[in-house]
T-cell receptor
């Protein structure tokens, strides 16, 4: 059974540009969540999608957006990149949205903004 | 105050010892509790989940939950060098998980 697949693994972007990250969940998992991980802030919740609808959103500016497609694949977009957006972006999928479901994480996308 | 707080660490134990990792949370209506292990340069991996008060054992791992004290812990028995990693506590409410900053464990041979 394939795991959570994130592409690309590494990205280097210039301040002011925009970036799109992709995530394919485990087959059959309809919930996809995105987290930002930095050494100083730890894992910070960005948003969760289920059946193409955003269910939860964290405390990030509107420059961070996402969407989910009918096949449960999800994309995250960051516009007008800032140096502080440099981080590991992790996608996680789970079988449902109820609290008892834990996450399976992808390998992450390492974004560096220069 | 952070929503989820963990021992600041790092924690170092000798091989074969019991490692004890602790976590407190502030939201009294939290429903589900998880422990993830993250090796350096890797993504987090779910190792334990617990939903009701008491102990839950899985191999060398035991999770303990005390909702009255808003406390959850992870015990690792017979610690091995391969257990050296950062352990993240996550607390879930309404389907959203909030993570602690993690405790880094080193098991010395």
């Amino acid at each position: 059974k394939a795991g959570v697949t994130q592409t690309p693994r590494y990205l280097i972007k210039t301040r002011g540009q925009q970036v799109t990250l992709s995530c394919s969940p485990i087959s059959g998992h309809r919930s996809v969540s995105w987290y930002q991980q930095t050494p100083g802030q730890g894992l910070q919740f960005l948003f969760e999608y289920f059946s193409e609808t955003q269910r939860n959103k964290g405390n990030f500016p509107g420059r961070f957006s996402g969407r989910q497609f009918s096949n449960s694949r999800s994309e995250m977009n960051v516009s007008t990149l800032e140096l502080g957006d440099s981080a590991l972006y992790l996608c996680a999928s789970r079988a449902g949205t109820a609290g008892e479901y834990g996450y399976t994480f992808g390998s992450g996308t390492r974004l560096t903004v220069v | 105050q952070k929503e989820v707080e963990q021992n600041s660490g790092p924690l170092s134990v000798p091989e074969g010892a019991i490692a004890s990792l602790n976590c407190t949370y502030s939201d009294r209506v939290s429903q589900s509790f998880f422990w993830y292990r993250q090796y350096s340069g890797k993504s987090p991996e779910l190792i334990m989940s617990i939903y009701s008060n008491g102990d839950k054992e899985d191999g060398r791992f035991t999770a303990q939950l005390n909702k009255a004290s808003q406390y959850v812990s992870l015990l690792i028995r017979d610690s091995q060098p391969s257990d050296s990693a950062t352990y993240l506590c996550a607390v879930s409410r309404a389907g959203k998980s909030t993570f602690g900053d993690g405790t880094t464990l080193t098991v010395k041979p």
